[in-house]
């Protein structure tokens, strides 16, 4: 018999940068609504979707939609609370035998069906990785600063069309192989790498990222994404 695999979907209320950000409207619904609403077309036999939260508001629309709220307790709701720790108290507050733990994060909305079922058929031919992550492109000239001296990572003769081989995760998913949260957090050791394609993707952190996403759901392709029954 099949394992089931674990979706959780991560909405606590706090927020610096946007106040209530799960709960900002996009095409008149709260963002979150549109991960929820992804996490249903996945097959429900094969998947249990849960909302780790510590809003009222949020609980409301998983009841609206039928999905299964859990309450985040204070101590993992903070500001610096590591995902890693949401998915080992959901693990074990359900305390079934998954294979994948599938993290959706509320703030990537931009995400198509096909990701997780590609992903979830890597993962299972490629038994040395214990997590994958979606990845997109990064364009960005980088660096650090020691001293108040200027220390690029880069080779300062290169163009922004030079740079390859530089990612960072889109946000739309995350996948873990659930033996990482049985008794303990355990740290993955071996990530996939999976890179998008020229699909858009837009991971929602300021006001400017709200723009950019309302400025790709201007595009009858974009906008399918995401409400694409």
Not at 125 to 144: P, Q
Not at 147 to 158: A, R
Request: hydrophobic share 35%; charged share 30%; proline share 3%.
């Amino acid at each position: 018999m099949l394992k089931k695999n674990l979706v959780i979907i991560p909405a606590r209320k706090g927020s610096k940068r946007i106040k209530n950000k799960n709960l900002v409207k996009v095409l008149n619904k709260p963002l979150i609504f549109w991960t929820i609403n992804f996490a249903k077309k996945l097959k429900t036999k094969n998947f249990d979707i849960v909302v780790s939260s510590d809003c009222k508001k949020i609980k409301k629309i998983c009841s609206k939609e039928k999905v299964f709220f859990l309450e985040r307790p204070k101590k993992i709701s903070k500001d610096h609370t590591s995902m890693h720790d949401v998915i080992f108290h959901a693990q074990n507050v359900l305390k079934q035998d998954y294979e994948y733990i599938i993290l959706l994060q509320p703030t990537s909305p931009l995400r198509k069906i096909r990701l997780v079922k590609n992903s979830i058929k890597i993962l299972d031919k490629k038994k040395k990785f214990d997590s994958l992550v979606h990845l997109g492109k990064d364009m960005s000239f980088t660096g650090k600063l020691i001293n108040n001296q200027w220390v690029p990572d880069y080779n300062l003769n290169k163009r922004t069309q030079d740079i390859n081989n530089k990612f960072l995760p889109t946000g739309n998913l995350y996948i873990y192989r659930s033996h990482l949260y049985k008794n303990k957090t355990k740290l993955p050791k071996k990530t996939y790498g999976l890179i998008s394609n020229n699909d858009k993707w837009v991971d929602i952190d300021t006001h400017e990222d709200l723009i950019l996403l309302n400025l790709y759901l201007k595009q009858l392709k974009n906008k399918k994404v995401l409400t694409a029954s």
